[in-house]
């Protein structure tokens, strides 16, 4: 029978068919960060339980950590408790650590590829929401919650019921300027937050598979902002150069390696198979995207303009007055009318290095503009260590903007990075809800490119024109 | 985990769609390493002031609905961040149940949130748009209203001034079963613990 991608990565996994369509699912490899990991860790305790394959469970603290000078030293209490937590649990478990001051520490989801920890056809997990990023190397990904976390701590596995299958083709090529971002808040904004409510989505079609490794991460990091805990994308050669380039240490090597990718051409959707819904987006004429409102739904073209009340077809009027009172915004603006104070580039959504790339070559000799304040955060210590190899500290710096250590930063302001009340920023991250990055601040969603065009014009620009 | 028993509460809606998880429980309140005292910020940034003091006219913050123990909101809450905080900030709150609306592939809740809840034994009933319209009317006709949840006949009622207003509600068997019986997964699948043995043999 013909099967889809996540169906053969599934059906491989299987340990047990449970009943009620429920079935016990192996995990191969569990992610742990510092916030959502210390209560499992306790209830094994407390249960007298083992963490079953620490040789599989990989952490690292990221959320809340500084990503200042003073990241080493802590001073928040509950945060350094958090942080210290996870340093004893690892220790006493034999979990492998990358902790605060590591060459490999950085954003979990950033680190995971970028060390070979995550390898197609796997079944990956993390207590977060944006696992599903890993899904980029043809890999079954998702977030879970706390008890999960036990749970796969405990058993290596997972009770569940297998998602819908829902695939997402993009047709055509990417004008220059015109990102996997706004491939992924296209959609977004087309299907809603809950759009892909109890599915895995399959990326597929021309402009993904001419995506390089970043890209796709992108576009499968935003599928839970689309409602789906899962979005794929079949292994190819793009993939597999990525597996065998670099320095990751615990990909396979040498003729390990070629064993392994011959493996992995088995991960592809059979000609045939049943999707259970099915979306076309042709990207030809897709320009950047830039959200308005508080959720990820609401973006438009840079070219547009913030929507009146009732010409939004997956929220309703109430939904887009409360967003726009929120946002400090009236139907009509143009977007690229909008002022913003500050920019954020970082995060596991667009915290690689391409990403940083693509906002030094454009911010290369220009200024940010004044008041603006410009945050990079790379998304890991070695991502850190290329781009200041390759110079794009130094033309973020000369620009005007400050350049971090690694951490989640001001995506979610666990740390001390935060918007202050009305404050707008122009953010590469994936969440613009209320709150989001500080209470009251204001957040708008789009590529690396395009919020660095922001910073040096003081608001939102069509990159396009820029080129 | 406790078992699901029928109870009566008072009922407070939140007349909101996609209410997230950073919504539910702001980041600031997850620095915690413990699995209790999460009921204090449920919802607190429209719960509070900036000076901490209570926002009147939030609905938890109302005389009549300020105990209340069955949640009503629009659709696919808790959506977001996967953060099972926001689960444990509602039910430390006092909430057994929550009830959202399903519209055809629009569902009540987020993928996530819903199964979190489930582990922590918070019930989430999906009923029709039209059910949950008619639920917030009267909710705005009588604050702090009673409803009871019976999970065993998979009925909610509300106890409107006019009279009952019952509702039956779909439940998947298994889950069902672990909430009545407060069942614990992890000791349930380690039963399974020599196929899992066996798997990993066969895949090493």
New interface residues.
């Given amino acids: 029978m013909s099967k889809t991608l996540f169906d053969k990565i599934w059906d491989a996994h299987v340990v047990k068919e449970l009943g009620n369509d429920e079935v016990l699912l192996y995990i191969d490899r569990h992610l742990v960060h510092e916030v959502t990991s210390p209560q499992a860790f306790e209830g094994l305790r407390l249960a007298g339980r083992k963490v079953r394959r620490p040789d599989c469970t990989f952490a690292t603290m990221d959320h809340n950590v500084p990503t200042d000078e003073s990241r080493m030293n802590i001073t928040d209490p509950i945060a350094k408790a958090q942080v210290d937590a996870l340093t004893e649990n690892c220790a006493t478990t034999s979990v492998t650590l990358f902790p605060l001051g590591d060459d490999r520490q950085g954003v979990i989801h950033i680190i995971g590829p970028e060390q070979g920890i995550v390898l197609p056809g796997m079944t990956v997990v993390c207590g977060d929401s944006h696992t599903a990023t890993h899904g980029a190397f043809g890999s079954i990904a998702f977030g879970i919650g706390t008890s999960e976390v036990e749970h796969v701590l405990a058993t290596q596995t997972l009770r569940q019921k297998k998602p819908k299958n829902y695939k997402v083709e993009f047709t055509g090529t990417l004008k220059p300027g015109v990102t996997a971002k706004d491939m992924v808040l296209k959609l977004i904004s087309i299907i809603g937050t809950a759009g892909g409510t109890s599915c895995a989505f399959e990326f597929c079609g021309e402009a993904i598979e001419t995506l390089s490794m970043e890209g796709r991460l992108t576009i499968c990091n935003m599928a839970i902002e689309a409602g789906a805990r899962a979005g794929l994308v079949a292994p190819d050669q793009i993939t597999f150069d990525y597996v065998g380039s670099g320095n990751r240490v615990y990909a396979p090597k040498g003729d390990e390696l070629v064993k392994a990718i011959e493996n992995w051409k088995q991960f592809y959707t059979d000609e045939g198979a049943h999707f259970d819904h099915e979306l076309t987006i042709d990207v030809n004429d897709l320009a950047p995207q830039v959200t308005w409102g508080t959720s990820p739904g609401m973006g438009v073209d840079v070219t547009g303009e913030v929507p009146a009340l009732d010409a939004v077809p997956e929220y309703s009027p109430a939904d887009v007055r409360a967003a726009l009172d929120y946002m400090g915004l009236e139907p009509g603006t143009k977007m690229t009318d909008i002022e913003i104070e500050t920019v954020f580039i970082g995060s596991c959504t667009n915290g690689r290095i391409e990403d940083l790339r693509e906002a030094a070559e454009y911010i290369k000799g220009k200024k940010v503009a004044e008041g603006v304040r410009m945050l990079v955060v790379p998304g890991s210590e070695a991502v850190r260590y290329q781009g200041e190899k390759e110079r794009l500290d130094r033309i973020f710096i000369e620009a005007g903007a400050e350049w971090r250590f690694a951490g989640c930063s001001m995506c979610l302001a666990m740390n001390a990075d935060k918007l202050r009340d009305k404050e707008r920023c122009a953010s590469t991250s994936n969440r613009n809800f209320e709150g989001r990055q500080g209470k009251g601040g204001r957040t708008h969603l789009v590529s690396p490119k395009m919020a660095a065009a922001a910073a040096v014009a003081g608001h939102f620009v069509d990159i396009r024109e820029e080129l | 985990m406790d078992k699901f028993e029928k109870f009566t509460g008072i009922v407070a809606g939140v007349d909101?769609?996609?209410i997230?998880t950073?919504?539910l429980i702001?980041?600031?309140h997850?620095?915690?390493?413990?699995?209790t005292g999460f009921g204090a910020a449920l919802f607190s940034?429209w719960r509070y002031f900036?000076d901490g003091s209570d926002n009147p006219d939030f609905v938890l913050n109302k005389p009549e609905t300020k105990n209340a123990e069955i949640l009503v909101t629009r659709?696919?809450c808790g959506?977001?961040?996967?953060?099972?905080?926001a689960?444990w900030a509602v039910v430390q709150y006092g909430f057994k149940a929550i009830i959202a609306p399903r519209q055809d592939?629009?569902?009540g809740f987020?993928?996530?949130f819903r199964?979190?809840c489930g582990?922590?034994g918070l019930l989430t009933i999906e009923l029709s748009e039209v059910q949950v319209d008619e639920i917030f009317q009267t909710l705005e006709k009588e604050p702090g209203v009673q409803g009871t949840v019976d999970l065993a006949a998979q009925t909610v009622t509300l106890h409107a001034a006019s009279g009952d207003q019952v509702y039956s509600f779909d439940i998947?068997?298994?889950l069902k079963t672990k909430l009545l019986e407060g069942l614990d997964?992890?000791a349930?699948?380690?039963q399974?613990?020599a196929?899992?043995t066996a798997?990993?043999a066969e895949?090493r």
């Fill in positions: 909101r769609a996609n997230d950073d919504a702001p980041k600031e997850l620095k915690s390493i413990k699995r940034d900036d659709n696919n959506c977001g961040s996967s953060r099972e905080h689960v592939e629009n569902p987020a993928d996530i199964n979190n582990k922590n998947a068997a298994d997964d992890i349930l699948t380690l399974y613990e196929d899992i798997y990993e895949h």
